[in-house]
Every structure is written in C-alpha cells, then in structure tokens.
Nanobody, 122 residues
Framework: QVQLVESGGGLVQAGGSLRLSCAASGRTFSAYAMGWFRQAPGREREFVAAISGSASSSLYADSVKGRFTISRDNAKNTLYLQMNSLKPEDTAVYSC???????????????WGQGTQVTVSS
C-alpha cells in the first residue's frame, strides 16, 4: 500500500509559477514510477507528466512540455511538479499517482492522492 498526499496548489495569475509536491508513505518509493494527472470540471482526467522510479526517464503531455518539470527526491519520498508560464487552461485538480511501470495511462496507476486545486486567473 502507498499513501499519497499532494500540496502546493493555489491561485496564481497567468504567467506565474507553482510547485506541487506529493509526499509518499508506505512501500519503497523508488520502486514506483510516479505520475501527475489533472482534471478540470466537466472534463476527463488528463495525463500531465510521469517519471520513472530512478528518475532516469520522464514523459510529458504536449500541452505542458517546456513549461512543466517533473522530478522526485527518493530520499525524501517526495514527487514534485514545477509549473511555469501557467495558463488559464491549466486550471484543474492535480493528482499524483503511483504505478510499477512508467506510463501515461491513468487506468494503470494503482495508488492515487486526493488532489490539489490549481487555479490560474487571466
């Protein structure tokens, strides 16, 4: 079992930055690939970024590539998402998730956090 708790969401103006964190507890954090997903009202859950357990590989959605950076600190059991040049369309609830395999597919992830709200004003 892996427990995940996100933090760092909030309200920011367009063009601003936020850094999300996801604290993990339970089984060995480094054994899991980690992903960030987001869901806006009335829309399906969307893949944002993912990183392998060793941090040697990462994936990004085209919509965030060049603006967002995923990283992890296995010594602190923490996942991060640095979000720069934020746009109003980035507004959503952001959730972290854990899986054994690096993938963009949300249905593959076994463990989820409760989510943190990010709101970008224009």
């Amino acid at each position: 079992q892996v427990q995940l708790v996100e933090s760092g969401g909030g309200l920011v103006q367009a063009g601003g930055s936020l850094r999300l964190s996801c604290a993990a507890s339970g089984r060995t954090f480094s054994a899991y690939a980690m992903g960030w997903f987001r869901q806006a009202p009335g829309r399906e859950r969307e893949f944002v970024a993912a990183i392998s357990g060793s941090a040697s590989s990462s994936l990004y959605a085209d919509s965030v590539k060049g603006r967002f950076t995923i990283s992890r600190d296995n010594a602190k059991n923490t996942l991060y998402l640095q979000m720069n040049s934020l746009k109003p369309e980035d507004t959503a609830v952001y959730s972290c998730a854990a899986d054994r395999i690096l993938t963009r597919r949300p249905e593959r992830y076994d463990y989820w956090g409760q989510g943190t709200q990010v709101t970008v004003s224009s």
